[in-house]
């Protein structure tokens, strides 16, 4: 039987545009982590401490990212997102470009808040456009094949970054990924098509507009929501520390050529990494078909495993070794993001879709690249008396150790009311 949703948009399109957003998230990860892969050459050449390049990579970015995110989505579930995402595009890729025309590090954190403003248009608006292209029993699959882009980004950016930096210069690198984003900014522009709000579940758009406040008090009366925020934000807190600090680790315990290390990081984490997103949204609709809870669980369990599997990474006697040690909890340690998506989508109404991706996206990126990096960074310099230059491969095993099993908790603390509040918030709207 034909539906009303594949009347109007063909499998061929939901495909395409399912792609162009993942192409588009690829970028928007290679100009956010090149970073991570310049930062030798960057505190070789600005003399700055670990703390420094902490706030560089993870607060600069992230205060901007975390807090336009929210009134930016609020638009996104007001107007068109495909020209919201069109034009945010563009501006996280001309501020990456300018990076590369830096002098010092002033300049290069103001750059790096401008390419944050910029992101944070992204995936509100493509959340929400996938929810209406996909039910909620695929959608953990489909947010899984987005943030496919994450793991595609990253190895862009640390193949290509290490290769440049060593045989080029690091702001070159930003000139060679920046570029590239502007024009696709044209494509999604010209040829993707914006979908009917309720398309995929046959749901009518009230035409409501909810303000903030109530869009905020609403999410935060959810037991489920919060601890998914606090969960999914420690997660990425231990996830986002790896990503920009494991180059700099690896680099000084254990010497290894920034080049061999870029292609080493860029495989596992695009390759492992982009499993993991992917496999995370399928086995959580797997797991989750009878009941959400299920999916929380599996998700508590596989940050488990990953926390303990990270202790091999940061104990192993060479640099290889540890690289290896690296290839599965790279990947499980991914599981969790785009369950943690998909839920958020389905607790709300169709016009707080995108402001609760927002919100969720604030609470993860506060906690994790706001606090994260220059927590890390601190405790790195702090160590150098006891561990000199091994004083961040502890600073990193201390965090995994702390932040993977809090993360846990909580996941298996969502679960307890994520079914309740699932029904909840569908009644809700029928109401209305």
């Known amino acids: 039987m034909q539906t009303a949703n594949d009347a109007f948009v063909s499998p061929a399109a939901r495909r395409y545009t399912m792609v162009v957003l993942a192409v588009v998230y690829m970028f928007n990860f290679v100009d956010r982590q090149i970073l991570a892969i310049l930062l030798p050459a960057i505190r070789d050449e600005f003399l700055v401490s670990d703390t420094i390049l902490g706030l560089l990579a993870g607060t600069a970015f992230a205060l ?39 002098t010092n590090i002033w300049q290069l954190g103001l750059a790096r808040v401008g390419v944050g403003v910029g992101e944070a248009g992204c995936s509100p608006a493509a959340h929400s456009m996938i929810s209406d292209l996909y039910p909620p029993e695929q ?33 070159e690198a930003f000139l060679i990924v920046g570029i590239p984003g502007v024009f696709l900014a044209i494509i999604v522009r010209t040829t993707l098509n914006e979908p009917p709000r309720g398309l995929s579940e046959n749901r009518q758009d009230s035409g409501h507009h909810p303000p903030l406040l109530e869009v905020f008090r609403y999410l935060l009366l959810r037991r489920s929501f919060v601890h998914m925020a606090v969960a999914a934000g420690f997660s990425s807190f231990v996830g986002y520390s790896v990503i920009i600090f494991f180059p700099s680790f690896v680099d000084r315990s254990y010497e290894m050529q920034i080049a061999s290390l870029g292609l080493w990081l860029g495989l596992i984490l695009g390759i492992a990494g982009g499993f993991g997103f992917f496999s995370g949204g399928f086995f959580a609709d797997y797991f989750g078909r009878v009941r959400r809870e299920n999916a929380l669980r599996f998700i508590a369990l596989s940050q ?129």
Request: charged share 10%; no cysteine.
């Open 304 to 432: 488990l495993i990953a926390a303990v599997m990270l202790l091999g990474v940061y104990l192993a006697p060479t640099a290889r070794s540890s690289l290896l040690f690296f290839i599965v909890p790279a990947a499980i340690s991914n599981f969790f993001l785009a369950p943690v998506l998909a839920q958020t989508q389905g607790l709300v109404p169709l016009r707080m879709r995108g402001v609760a991706s927002a919100v969720m996206l604030f609470f993860i990126n506060l906690i994790s690249l706001g606090l994260g990096p220059p927590v890390v960074g601190a405790l790195s310099d702090n160590l150098v008396p006891l561990f000199g230059d091994d004083s961040l491969r502890y600073s990193l095993l201390i965090t995994v150790v702390v932040m993977g099993p809090w993360a846990a908790l909580h996941y298996f603390l969502a679960g307890r009311s994520i079914d309740a509040d699932l029904s909840r918030a569908t009644n809700e709207e029928i109401r209305e």
């Open 64 to 102: 901007f990212y975390a807090t336009l995110g929210v009134p930016i989505a609020l638009l996104a579930d007001r107007w068109n997102r495909r020209n919201l995402i069109a034009i945010a595009l563009a501006i996280w890729s001309g501020m990456t470009a300018l990076s590369g025309f830096t």
């Open 139 to 171: 959608r953990s699959t489909a947010m899984g094949f987005y943030t496919l882009g994450i793991s595609a980004g990253i190895m862009l950016a640390y193949i290509a970054g290490g290769w440049v930096v060593q045989n080029i210069g690091w702001r």
